[in-house]
């Protein structure tokens, strides 16, 4: 092998930690920092209601860290999650494990407490999720 | 039916030979670590995956030459009378029909995940309270996947051209080209962490465009080694100037007036026919048998001939 291109390939990695990486393929988290963090929250009803609101604070907890707006926005889980497909929103919120059925169109984070719950981000949004998942091991 | 004779590898190639088993058992283990850590960090990223099944089927030739080195030295008998000696071709067939094969599927995958726009998801890991990008792991265990393969490739690079197998010629110069691989999936990665989600799927297509040329080069070898095509080297570039030696060997010796040959590989060894067209002589059939011996001691690769006495060479080309 040649030694430039050993050469060329550490110069390649070596500028690369200085791209913050990782980035957002579509710059939800700088969309979020710069506007707001849009929410989806999928209506529950019940004894989950309790629940989805413990989700939401820790949402807004993280929105307080990073300095950012939260808006919530209710609606059904396939819109939301539809819109999600799209960033349209940032996150989803509703109880959701790394068992949903939505784990082909979306990316999910790290269990944020012990029953194994997750939130819902775009697929390719990878630093958004690098930071949603820096505060949920800090929690 | 009179079975072709017991074949050895001369003395002073069999440590080379047992040096490229030792080499292979090693290529295999170190595979399986690199197939078990790829499989914890590969993730959705679509190069991983590649790089990954990319590294399976790296088992293949290893595993084709260790089966194959237990029954080629096996002398021939009534059922199969020519010996045991195309067990590597086939091997070698096999080899590369797989890696044709997974070459043409993992290019369909690569190209569907493209014009899905299938966006990769690499997530973090904690180590000790440190928060580390998967990306920087995989980035790390891919060069764990080609640096130990290279070397690998180029010990083994000597010893099969020593002893003329090529399988293990076709596993030295691949691995030796497994940085390639590598450092297009590292591409790809650093792509998507760059926030370019289809370098991800362009670096698999091209990981699976390379191992589709390397199939489809293979398969032509292994096509036409199993067709009985003239020896080639072992780098199948060029036609092996052995039996052209064999040629002007037997035009000098004196009771031959003309000369025409026909050889063909059977894995490490070459079977082959000579025709001559005799001076008139007394005891023609001493003269040959003490040719053929001759010529089976000229070169060990040298392991089935016969000599026949020829009116004329009507019925064979030139060429």
Known sequence: MKKSRVIYCSILLVLSFSCGIPKDGREAFQNALQNRLMVGVVEQAGEERSALDAEI??????????????????????????????????????????????????ALSIPYDDFGHVFL??????????????FIHLQ | MRP?????????????????????????????????????????????????LEDVLSTLPAVAFLVAS??????????????????YSIAFLAGSLALFAMGCFLAIDSSIALI????????????FGKQIWMGWIMILVLCYSAFPSIWLGYKKM?????????ILFTDAETQKADYQTAFAAIIGIIGVGLGF????????????????????????????????????????????????????????????EQVRVRFREEGMVYFGEVYVIAKPVL????????????????????????????????QMSED
């Open chain 1, 121 to 134: 981000i775009p697929k390719g949004e990878n630093r958004l999720l690098f930071e949603l998942e820096n």
């Open chain 2, 197 to 256: 989600w289809w370098m991800d799927a362009l670096a698999a297509l091209a990981i699976s465009v390379s191992v589709i040329l390397d199939g489809v080069r293979n398969l032509k070898n292994a096509v036409s080694d199993l067709m009985d095509r003239s020896p080639m080297d072992v780098s199948s570039s060029k036609p092996d100037e052995l039996v052209q030696e064999i040629i002007e060997t037997v035009a000098e010796f004196p009771w031959v």
């Open chain 2, 116 to 127: 899905k726009m299938e966006r990769p998801t690499i997530g973090s890991v904690f180590i």
């Open chain 2, 4 to 52: 072709t004779g017991e074949f050895k590898l001369p003395f002073h190639l069999r440590s080379a030979f047992r040096q490229a088993v030792k080499l292979e058992w090693i290529t295999l283990a170190y595979l399986f670590s690199v197939i078990i850590v790829m499989i914890l960090v590969t993730g959705n990223s679509q190069a991983m995956k590649t790089a990954w």
């Open chain 2, 70 to 87: 237990r029954y080629f030295e096996k002398p021939g008998n009534k059922r199969f009378p020519y010996g045991f000696h195309r067990v």
């Open chain 1, 57 to 106: 604070e820790l949402v807004r907890q993280f929105g307080k860290e990073n300095n950012m707006k939260v808006e919530l926005i209710y609606g059904p889980e396939t819109k939301l999650v539809s819109r999600l497909e799209n960033a349209e929103l940032q996150l989803v919120v509703g109880g959701f494990d790394k068992e949903t059925i939505w784990e082909e169109k979306v």
């Open chain 2, 283 to 314: 005891h023609l059939d001493e003269l040959i048998m003490e040719a053929q011996d001759h010529l089976k001691n000229f070169h060990w690769k040298i392991h089935d001939i016969s000599i026949m006495p020829v009116r004329d060479f009507d």
């Open chain 2, 158 to 166: 000597p010893l099969a051209k020593k002893i003329h197998n090529k």
